[in-house]
Every structure is written in structure tokens, then in C-alpha cells.
């Protein structure tokens, strides 16, 4: 798959320093066996070296923690998609969803499930690698998952 012209390749300057993980790992007490690091000189955030994945902060900031839940992980691998290429409202839906069935007694969602309320979206027809989830049927009552951000927009941008 050719990940270059996928969008989160198209950030050409990074903003995120030694110091900012630091403060990151500290925030969110992210131990150090997770492995923080900057990505390489050339590394494409589409397609990171070895068993790393690009990794917004703003995720961190919505709920998700290091290291990645087994059920974040599964429905990653479900949906085949990085941490960081899935919008930050998907974000919220997934791990919403995840409380919203746990707090019934149910096992955790699959992405099938999940895909009964939400379809999964690129956010440009010809796919740029940045993906998310959308209400099945607007038509009808209030989506499953309510109080979603109406805009994300800052979120590409570090």
C-alpha cells in the first residue's frame, strides 16, 4: 500500500518535542515500558517502523490511555486502521460504546456491532488514510451515542 499520499503524511512539521512527551507520560501517567518516542527521520505516520503507531495527544485527552486497551487493540485490528487515523469522534463512539454495553452486562462490542449503529467513513472519497464513524440512520431519534464535538478540525493539525 503506498502510504505517502495518505494525509497525516502531509503534516510536514512536527510540534511535538522531548519535553512535550515528557509532560505527556507525566499527564497521563503513561508508564515507560510503553515507549513514547518522536517519530524518525522519514518515518511516515501511516506506516511507523516495527510495532509503533502514530498516536494523537488529543486522544489522551477524550479518555484513551497507554498502553492500549485490549479492546481498543481488537477493534483496531478489526477496522485495520492506527490509533491516529481514526477521528477523534470515532474515538469517542468506540470507547462509548464499549461503557454503554459493559454497563449492561453485555461482553465487550465487536466492530460488528458497532457497525449496526455507525458506519465507518474516509474522510475524502479517494481515501487519504484518515477515517470515522457516522450515525447509520440520521432519520431517525438521537444517535446511540450522543454529545459528539461538532467540529474536530484542530485535531490533523499536530
Known sequence: MDHTQFAINQVKENRITEAKIKQI???????QSVG????????????????????????LEIGARLAIHTYIRKVLREIGVAPA???????????????????????APSFTDIGHCYSLFSHKLEGDGWWGLACCDKQED?????????????WKKT
Open 25 to 31: 507520560e507525566k499527564d497521563f501517567s503513561i508508564p
Open 142 to 154: 438521537e444517535p446511540l451515542i450522543i454529545g459528539l464535538s461538532s467540529s474536530n478540525k484542530e
Open 36 to 59: 513514547l518516542r518522536l517519530p524518525s527521520d522519514g518515518e511516515l505516520a501511516s506506516d511507523p517502523t516495527g510495532c509503533s503507531v502514530a498516536f494523537h495527544p488529543t486522544f
Open 85 to 107: 487515523q481514526l477521528n477523534p469522534n470515532g474515538w469517542r463512539i468506540v470507547i462509548r460504546m464499549f461503557a454503554l454495553w459493559r454497563s449492561r452486562g453485555f461482553p
